[in-house]
């Protein structure tokens, strides 16, 4: 038998061991998996606090509710599992170079708080820092794109107007002529720009608050708020009625079929927002690059996966279904920017239902209702700002008072007139 074979048997019989000595392991029983947070058999008959929504915004306000108040007496109640909205279903970019001076300010808070998570949780949120370029096309998105640079510059935030070869350094694989009919003039580079894993931020929040004493209620669908005299009284859900005082309503696409339940009207309205992932490569691009031109934006996650989305679904529409005309455009304009990427495969696509306001800011805070409390209106942005809304949003419900970094942000502002324009500086082209 020659020396090959004789190396491949070896190869197959290591192989077969390992195997079964992982089956083993599997089968025995004895090295359970320590869950992540407890399964509470039935809901209790009231609660100080009841969040609506186990996404990442509800499971954060509980979480700083928790560690921040000592309000432990809490009840998260998610109608699927916890993540599996837009939490999980979103394209990770985490950075703070807005437009509007409240927008800066509340979202590089986030940035900030960003940085220590997965120290806090114990639980590697794969938090990379990848700089992150808006790619400037025309004049016009040039002046946009130095105004949204002194905007942050004036609040100590990371972000100048750079030329074309800045572009190229950093992304030396992108056709920056994009085949000749949109060449790059210039980009806004922001450096703080990051990616993180979008799924272990709901569950590091999760467990943080479980530990704390919060109990996360999944199947669990809210069907009714009851609200007396103007004040939050009692929620329904399909697990039995609550009673309670106070109420966090944070389930973004969903929003408009709670406010409803307590009569309140905002202007949102519903689209749907696309993405899809290639296949893994070999690391090639560091940096995050948005076109709002182009309506394309793609980053390299830690997988190698190449996540890339585009801007909303045109219509109005409450569901999650994917088109292959999102699939077919998005592939055609990344293809303008990196045309070497015409072999690679798309890996998977999705939806998640996008809560749009009419000026791109969340609105948040205080309602007319006493003791309902609005974490909505996050569109396609919402992720990043995960942290900053857990943090102010317990101030808020704790204090019953709106926490100064969201004050712009009031469902007030839309009768009074004082929007907080963020267009432009929001996500990809819209
Ligand atoms: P969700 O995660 O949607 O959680 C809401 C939860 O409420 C859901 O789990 C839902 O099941 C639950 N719920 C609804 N109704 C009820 C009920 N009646 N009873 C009980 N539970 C209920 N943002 C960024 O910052 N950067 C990005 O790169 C980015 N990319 C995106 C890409 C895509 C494709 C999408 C769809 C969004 C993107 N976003 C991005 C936006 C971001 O994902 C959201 O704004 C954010 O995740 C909202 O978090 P949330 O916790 O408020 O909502
Ligand atoms: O908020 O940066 C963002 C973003 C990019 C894509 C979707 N949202």
Redesign the pocket.
């Known amino acids: 038998m020659g020396n090959s074979r004789i190396r491949s048997r070896f190869n197959f019989l290591g192989r077969s061991i390992v195997a079964l000595g992982l089956l083993r392991f599997g089968l025995a029983g004895k090295y359970l998996e320590p869950r992540m947070f407890r399964t509470p058999e039935r809901l209790k008959s009231a609660y100080d606090v009841v969040i609506?929504?186990?996404?990442?915004?509800?499971?954060?306000a509980a979480y700083y509710l928790a560690r921040d108040f000592g309000i432990t007496d809490v009840a998260v109640?998610?109608?699927?599992?916890?993540?599996?909205?837009?939490?999980?279903?979103?394209?990770?970019?985490?950075?703070s170079n807005y437009l509007t001076p409240e927008g800066v300010a509340f979202y590089d808070k986030s940035v900030e708080l960003w940085q220590d998570l997965s120290q806090d949780f114990d639980l590697n949120l794969f938090y990379s820092t990848r700089g992150h370029f808006t790619l400037a096309h025309t004049d016009s998105a040039l002046r946009t794109m130095r105004w949204r640079a002194e905007v942050n510059k004036h609040l100590g935030v990371r972000s100048e107007l750079v030329g074309p070869e800045a572009v190229q350094a950093a992304c030396p694989y992108m056709d920056l002529s994009c085949g000749g009919h949109t060449p790059v003039l210039g980009a806004l580079f922001h450096a703080p720009g990051a990616?993180a894993r979008?799924d272990a931020v709901?569950w590091g929040y999760g467990r943080g608050a479980d530990m704390r004493g919060v109990e996360i209620h999944q199947r669990?669908?809210?069907?009714g708020i009851d609200v007396t005299d103007g004040q939050v009284m009692g929620v329904r859900?399909?697990r039995g009625n609550i009673a309670t005082r106070k109420v966090l309503s944070?389930?973004?696409?969903?929003t408009p079929?709670?406010t409803h339940m307590v009569g309140l009207r905002t202007p949102l309205t519903i689209h749907?927002?696309?993405?899809m992932v290639t296949e893994p490569m070999k690391p090639w691009l560091d940096p995050v690059i948005v076109s709002g031109s182009l309506h394309v934006?793609v980053s390299q996650s830690a997988r190698g996966e190449l996540v890339m989305?585009a801007s909303l679904d045109p219509y109005e529409l409450h569901a999650?279904r994917s088109t292959f005309d999102f699939a077919e455009s998005l592939a055609a304009h990344m293809l303008e920017l990196f045309p070497f990427l015409a072999g690679a495969k798309a890996n998977r696509q999705?939806?998640?239902?996008?809560?749009m306001t009419p000026d791109f800011a969340p609105i948040m805070g205080k309602t007319a209702v006493e003791g309902f409390y609005l974490?909505?209106g996050?569109?396609?942005?919402?992720?990043?700002?995960?942290p900053v809304?857990g943090k102010t949003m317990a101030w808020t419900v704790a204090k019953d008072e709106d926490h100064a970094l969201i004050r712009a942000f009031n469902l007030s502002r839309f009768a009074d007139y004082r929007l907080t324009g963020e267009k432009g500086a929001a996500?990809v082209g819209h």
């Open positions: 609506i929504g186990g996404g990442g915004h509800g499971l954060a109640l998610e109608r699927g599992y916890i993540g599996g909205g837009n939490t999980g279903r979103n394209t990770t970019i985490i950075r990616i979008h709901a669990t669908e809210v069907t859900t399909s944070a389930v973004a696409g969903f079929r709670i749907p927002l696309q993405a934006y989305g999650t999705w939806a998640g239902m996008a809560d974490d909505s996050w569109g396609t942005w919402g992720f990043k700002a995960t809304c996500a």
